[in-house]
């Protein structure tokens, strides 16, 4: 039987395309030839190539196991930079579109208790999570936060689920039903982890409020859907760059990235998200110090210093000696 290589794209069928809520589309991926789709663990993404030539990220929601299809959903974002726009207006069903193998960066892991948080369209991986933990008779809760209830997508599912009493919906404009992070994560029992996905106001807000209430670092997992804003520049200069196996030495200006130069000088960086993200781009740092500005790396990753991600992260001193 074939199967597609991890890394190359493949084509697949738009079985479905629906409105999941206001401003979210739906889209149910099926095979477009003999080849089966890969399989994929709970919390994983695949890379979708839109029609307008972007390629973005987007997390599978179906439960992992379910033979034969993907589903992602994707919020319409009129303020980014084109994708969800793309994949809103320019994809149809029937479609033939083009996906990278699911990879995960966004594990479950083996606890005694697990705390989903997803705020709006960060549902998307937690409610595969749900599906997975469900599967394996795991202890868990699902914490679905949303501005308001029409803007909710899944609510169906939910409701319909057979772990639909290990959720709670929390909607921002009904102050009844609003979040109260602090007391749901007071006191972290032991063995429990924190999953949590949405907007970067809310991930932080969830984040620095488990950090409070004494959740310790390795016990939140979470994961962006865009880079945070960043704080104006202060090391926007230029400085080299080598990449020894390839034999090239380039100089970064200000304003390209380390991958945009060398891909200029014909070294195949495997770009995606260009944001620092989605980790295709890493290679490893064999002198000099990077300038970390990924979400991707974890905070012991970017302090070890022996991998970056060129596509957004830059160069402290005056020279980087990176490679495969
Ligand atoms: S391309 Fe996604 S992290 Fe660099």
Redesign the pocket.
Known sequence: MAVHPASAFFPVRVRRKTRLAEHIAGFELIPANDTPLPPFTAGAHIDVALPNGLIRQYSLCNPPGQAGAYEIGVLLAPAGRGGSSSAHRDIAEGDVIRIGAPRNHFPLVPAARSLLFAGGIGITPLLSMAWALHRDGADFALHYCVRQQAGAAYLDRLAAAPFASQVRLHVDGEPARRLDVAALLASPPPDTRLYVCGPQGFMNHVIATAREQGWPDDRIHFEYFAAPAREPDTLAGSFEVCVPSRGVTARVPADRSVAQTLLAHGVPVA???????????LMRVLDGEPEHR?V?LSDAEKAANDRF?P??SRARGARLVVDF
């Open positions: 770009l995606s998200c260009e944001q620092g993200i989605c980790g295709s781009c990924d991707f991600l596509c957004c």
